[in-house]
Each structure stands twice: as structure tokens, then as C-alpha cells.
């Protein structure tokens, strides 16, 4: 019990480290994730001018601008990515890794964590810049239902995209055309969530309660599950040559 | 080789298969403690793919590596706590400065101790004439310092194996110099088994106790220390 407990503690020290040194790393290139934001905001605003220039006076309907947001981050997600395995495969650093005593799946979950900080923080300013440029026509959204859309709204899709990116990016690093094969792959796999995040952000800022957008929650706890068991299912096969 | 001390690691029958080709084929032998064996080579003749495997980098298509009694297959992480490694690709962080990677390092082999680690790298630091580098980020470094901190890396989790692929590239007169005597003394103080695999012989001739000749991903001669001449290495290209 006692040994268990402390491979436990060891595993989340070395979680903590990995983590820390890509959040620290990342930090120091710090001009890669402002190009990230200025395609979204410059993204946001061709978007939103385009709309309003057709549609004079008219705020954007909730439908729309939750489908441009989502598509903004879905190819945001390709950037980062490449920030994963690709980057770190290409330096020689991967190696570093994979030849210390550390575990697939400690390396794994903490790249899924690190895909999931850069993307929450990439989304939240996004989201922030669209809330003022494109002015969605929300009308009904109190607190508790603001709250129900930052959490199962964004959250927990940011999770399921994390897990979806991690497989990907570790699955084409070996790959000699990475820059085609990632959104190849990346598609396929995130496309049977596009609905239901798009349904459930829509029902959520229109100020609809959660028993409502069930489906769509179970469907993306459905998704996000089956990805991370493949994603630790073949780590093995990922993370040795 | 054969002498008195304990045998430290056994390759047994290791091949390595790419498709229909082989990167090594049924490759063994064994190694003493506290020795330092030379791999040379043709370019493909696998040596890189002999230290990636006993890195653990590389799984071998078949065969067992044992070292230190322990096996590949069932002890992968402690062997690997017990391995240091270089290769032709370098380890550390651009973005981060010499400290930092080495605390990285030391935390993933699980032996930072906040009371000495400092202590711990200014005394190789010094030994490597890095000191005044300390806080710069790798990307200042030239590539000489670069391969001095990537040795300080695996010197700094305490290894009982050194595996270096290629460890002198880029590096001039001096620095080998320098390399050579480090190396000697870490063998001699630290009780190091060393596996060097590179193309200069006439290093590996100075240094090692045992020469492996490697051809086409087979061993073409093992030979000690006493054997070794350079007319003899040639004639095994």
C-alpha cells in the first residue's frame, strides 16, 4: 500500500516537472503563441466585419458566432500541436525524455495537460476579443448560466481537443510530411465532436439548464474517454521507435 | 571480455530489423564493469541503432539486454535510472539556461536535492570552465560548451553506464583533449562503464579497453586493448 502510494507521489512529481518545463519553455518563446492569438484576433475581426457588412446593425446571431469561435480554435489547435511531440521530436528533447526512467503515461497525461493550459489561455483571450468585436445577441445568461458555459461549454470540449491533439501530434511525429499528416488525422478524429460542442455552446448561451445538453455532455465524456484509453493503449508503440 | 571483474552487460543475439533489412543482426557480447568499450564503424553499420538499444530508446526486434543483472524486458526503468546517454541529437532545452536544464534532468531521474544540486553543478561547472554560463540559455552556447553540458546532463543523476554516440563530433583539438581525460577519470574515480561508438579511432585506440568492429549490423571483431592497432581496425572496414 505504502510502495503504491509512493510510486503515486514519484509519478505526479515527474508529472509536475514535465509540465513545468514546457509551461517554462514556453514562456521563453513566447513570440510563437503571440502569432497563435494574432491569426485568431485577426480571424475574429475578418469574420465579424465580414458579417456586419452584410448585415448592417444586426448582432450576430449565438449560431454563428459559436461556429466561428469553434473553427478558429479547431485550427488553432493544429499550432499547437506541432508544440507537442512534433517540436520536441525534431530537437532531439524527446529522447531526453524517453531515455530517463519516467513512464509513457506520465508523459502522455502530462502533454495532454500542457495542450489543454495553451489552449485555455489562447481560448479565454480569444473568446474574450469575439465577446467585444462580433457582439453576440445573448440575451438570456445570468451568472450560474455564464458559469455552466465557461465549464461544460469550453472546458470540457478544451479537455476532449487536448486529448484528440496529444494523440495526434504523438501519432505523426515519426511521419516525414508532418505539416499534411496532422490535420489529416486531426480531422477525422475530432469531427464526430464538432456537433455537439457547437449544440451544446449554442443551448448553453441561449440560457439553457444542463439537463438539456445531457447528451451532448455524455457524448464528449463518451469521446474524451475512448480517446485517452487509445492515447494510453498505444503509448508503448508511440514513444518507442 | 574477460577478466576478473563481474559482467556488468550481456547483449544477447540483439537484432534490429527495419522491414527486410537489418540495422543489427544477432548481436553479443558482454562487457565488464569499469571498462570502456570503443563501437567503430562504417556510417550504417549500426552503431547509433547498438546505443539507442542499450538506451532503451530503441526496442530490439530480438534478443535480451541485461544490465547489472537486471533485464530490458521486465526492469526498463531501472536500467534506465542507471544510463546516461548522448547521441547525435542534443538533450537540452534551447530556451532554457545551463541550471535549469540540468534541474529539469536531475528531477526526471528523481535525484534533485535542493540542498546540494547547486553545490553538485558549480563543481562540474568549474571542471568544464562553464561557470561564467551558468544562467544563459543553451541557445547562447557554442557548440563545444553545448556537448560539455550535455556530458555535465548525464554526469549529474550519478549513471553506472555512459553511453555516447558520436560524443566528439563538432568539437575541436582541445575540448577532445579535455573529453578524453574527463572520461578516463570518471571510469577510474566513478567506477563508469563507458560505450563509446564514433569514427575516430585513433580516440577510441587511446582509451579503450575492448574494441567492437561493427559491419553491416554484425560484429565483424571483438578485440582487447592489447589487440588493437590501427592497421588492424582498417582492415575490419
Same mark, same amino acid.
Given at each position: 500500500?505504502?510502495?503504491?502510494?509512493?510510486?503515486? *507521489?514519484?509519478?505526479?512529481?515527474?508529472?509536475?516537472?514535465?509540465?513545468?518545463?514546457?509551461?517554462?519553455?514556453?514562456?521563453?518563446?513566447?513570440?510563437?503563441?503571440?502569432?497563435?492569438?494574432?491569426?485568431?484576433?485577426?480571424?475574429?475581426?475578418?469574420?465579424?466585419?465580414?458579417?456586419?457588412?452584410?448585415?448592417?446593425?444586426?448582432?450576430?446571431?449565438?449560431?454563428?458566432?459559436?461556429?466561428?469561435?469553434?473553427?478558429?480554435?479547431?485550427?488553432?489547435?493544429?499550432?499547437?500541436?506541432?508544440?507537442?511531440?512534433?517540436?520536441? !521530436?525534431?530537437?532531439?528533447?524527446?529522447?531526453?525524455?524517453?531515455?530517463?526512467?519516467?513512464?509513457?503515461?506520465?508523459?502522455?497525461?502530462? !502533454?495532454?495537460?500542457?495542450?489543454?493550459?495553451?489552449?485555455?489561455?489562447?481560448?479565454?483571450?480569444?473568446?474574450?476579443?469575439?465577446?467585444?468585436?462580433?457582439?453576440?445577441?445573448?440575451?438570456?445568461?445570468?451568472?450560474?448560466?455564464?458559469?455552466?458555459?465557461?465549464?461544460?461549454?469550453?472546458?470540457?470540449?478544451?479537455?476532449?481537443?487536448?486529448?484528440?491533439?496529444?494523440?495526434?501530434?504523438?501519432?505523426?511525429?515519426?511521419?516525414?510530411?508532418?505539416?499534411?499528416?496532422?490535420?489529416?488525422?486531426?480531422?477525422?478524429?475530432?469531427?464526430?465532436?464538432?456537433?455537439?460542442?457547437?449544440?451544446?455552446?449554442? !443551448?448553453?448561451?441561449?440560457?439553457?439548464?444542463?439537463?438539456?445538453?445531457?447528451?451532448?455532455?455524455?457524448?464528449?465524456?463518451?469521446?474524451?474517454?475512448?480517446?485517452?484509453?487509445?492515447?494510453?493503449?498505444?503509448?508503448?508503440? /508511440?514513444?518507442?521507435? | 571480455?574477460?577478466?576478473?571483474?563481474?559482467?556488468?552487460?550481456?547483449?544477447?543475439?540483439?537484432?534490429?530489423?527495419?522491414?527486410?533489412?537489418?540495422?543489427?543482426?544477432?548481436?553479443?557480447?558482454?562487457?565488464?564493469?569499469?571498462?570502456?568499450?570503443?563501437?567503430?564503424?562504417?556510417?550504417?553499420?549500426?552503431?547509433?541503432?547498438?546505443?539507442?538499444?542499450?538506451?532503451?530508446?530503441?526496442?530490439?526486434?530480438?534478443?535480451?539486454?541485461?544490465?547489472?543483472?537486471?533485464?530490458?524486458?521486465?526492469?526498463?526503468?531501472?536500467?534506465?535510472?542507471?544510463?546516461?546517454?548522448?547521441?547525435?541529437?542534443?538533450?537540452?532545452?534551447?530556451?532554457?539556461?545551463?541550471?535549469?536544464?540540468?534541474?529539469?534532468?536531475?528531477?526526471?531521474?528523481?535525484?534533485?536535492?535542493?540542498?546540494?544540486?547547486?553545490?553538485?553543478?558549480?563543481?562540474?561547472?568549474?571542471?568544464?570552465?562553464?561557470?561564467?554560463?551558468?544562467?544563459?540559455?543553451?541557445?547562447?552556447?557554442?557548440?563545444?560548451?553545448?556537448? *560539455?553540458?550535455?556530458?555535465?546532463?548525464?554526469?549529474?543523476?550519478?549513471?553506472?553506464? /555512459?553511453?555516447?554516440?558520436?560524443?566528439?563530433?563538432? /568539437?575541436?583539438?582541445?575540448?577532445?583533449? /579535455?573529453?578524453? !581525460?574527463?572520461?578516463?577519470?570518471?571510469?577510474?574515480?566513478?567506477?563508469?562503464?563507458?560505450?563509446?561508438?564514433?569514427?575516430?579511432?585513433?580516440?577510441?585506440?587511446?582509451?579503450?579497453?575492448?574494441?567492437?568492429?561493427?559491419?553491416?549490423?554484425?560484429?565483424?571483431?571483438?578485440?582487447?586493448?592489447?589487440?588493437?592497432?590501427?592497421?588492424?581496425?582498417?582492415?575490419?572496414?
Amino acid at each position: 500500500m505504502n510502495t503504491k502510494k509512493n510510486s503515486a *507521489k514519484s509519478e505526479l512529481k515527474l508529472f509536475i516537472t514535465i509540465l513545468q518545463k514546457d509551461i517554462k519553455s514556453e514562456i521563453r518563446q513566447f513570440n510563437d503563441i503571440f502569432s497563435i492569438i494574432l491569426f485568431g484576433i485577426i480571424s475574429i475581426f475578418i469574420f465579424s466585419s465580414s458579417y456586419n457588412t452584410i448585415n448592417l446593425g444586426v448582432r450576430m446571431p449565438i449560431e454563428i458566432f459559436v461556429i466561428q469561435i469553434w473553427m478558429i480554435i479547431f485550427f488553432t489547435l493544429i499550432f499547437i500541436m506541432i508544440k507537442l511531440f512534433v517540436q520536441e !521530436k525534431e530537437k532531439g528533447t524527446l529522447y531526453g525524455l524517453t531515455s530517463a526512467p519516467v513512464s509513457n503515461g506520465v508523459l502522455l497525461i502530462s !502533454k495532454v495537460i500542457f495542450c489543454f493550459i495553451l489552449l485555455s489561455f489562447i481560448e479565454l483571450i480569444l473568446i474574450l476579443f469575439s465577446f467585444f468585436i462580433s457582439i453576440p445577441s445573448i440575451q438570456a445568461l445570468n451568472f450560474n448560466g455564464f458559469f455552466n458555459y465557461i465549464m461544460i461549454g469550453i472546458v470540457l470540449p478544451t479537455l476532449d481537443l487536448s486529448i484528440c491533439g496529444t494523440l495526434v501530434s504523438a501519432l505523426s511525429m515519426y511521419s516525414k510530411n508532418k505539416s499534411f499528416v496532422l490535420p489529416l488525422l486531426l480531422f477525422p478524429i475530432i469531427l464526430p465532436i464538432t456537433s455537439p460542442i457547437i449544440s451544446l455552446n449554442i !443551448k448553453l448561451l441561449e440560457g439553457e439548464i444542463i439537463s438539456i445538453v445531457v447528451i451532448e455532455i455524455l457524448f464528449l465524456i463518451a469521446h474524451a474517454i475512448l480517446m485517452f484509453s487509445i492515447l494510453i493503449f498505444v503509448s508503448e508503440e /508511440l514513444l518507442s521507435e | 571480455m574477460n577478466n576478473s571483474n563481474a559482467i556488468f552487460l550481456e547483449c544477447d543475439k540483439v537484432s534490429k530489423q527495419y522491414g527486410f533489412f537489418f540495422a543489427l543482426n544477432k548481436i553479443s557480447f558482454h562487457l565488464d564493469e569499469n571498462s570502456i568499450l570503443g563501437v567503430i564503424g562504417a556510417n550504417g553499420a549500426g552503431k547509433t541503432t547498438l546505443i539507442r538499444i542499450l538506451s532503451g530508446l530503441t526496442s530490439p526486434t530480438s534478443g535480451s539486454i541485461v544490465i547489472k543483472g537486471k533485464n530490458y524486458k521486465t526492469d526498463s526503468k531501472s536500467i534506465k535510472q542507471n544510463i546516461g546517454i548522448i547521441t547525435n541529437k542534443s538533450f537540452l532545452y534551447e530556451e532554457l539556461t545551463i541550471y535549469e536544464n540540468l534541474k529539469f534532468y536531475s528531477k526526471l531521474y528523481s535525484i534533485y536535492d535542493k540542498n546540494t544540486f547547486k553545490e553538485k553543478v558549480e563543481h562540474y561547472l568549474e571542471k568544464f570552465n562553464l561557470s561564467d554560463w551558468i544562467f544563459e540559455p543553451i541557445s547562447n552556447l557554442s557548440t563545444g560548451m553545448k556537448q *560539455k553540458v550535455e556530458i555535465i546532463r548525464i554526469l549529474i543523476h550519478n549513471p553506472s553506464i /555512459l553511453l555516447l554516440d558520436e560524443p566528439f563530433s563538432g /568539437l575541436d583539438f582541445n575540448t577532445i583533449k /579535455l573529453l578524453i !581525460k574527463i572520461l578516463t577519470e570518471l571510469r577510474e574515480k566513478e567506477n563508469l562503464t563507458i560505450i563509446i561508438a564514433t569514427h575516430k579511432i585513433e580516440v577510441v585506440q587511446e582509451i579503450s579497453d575492448a574494441l567492437l568492429i561493427l559491419k553491416r549490423g554484425k560484429i565483424s571483431k571483438f578485440a582487447l586493448k592489447n589487440e588493437i592497432d590501427k592497421s588492424m581496425i582498417e582492415s575490419y572496414f
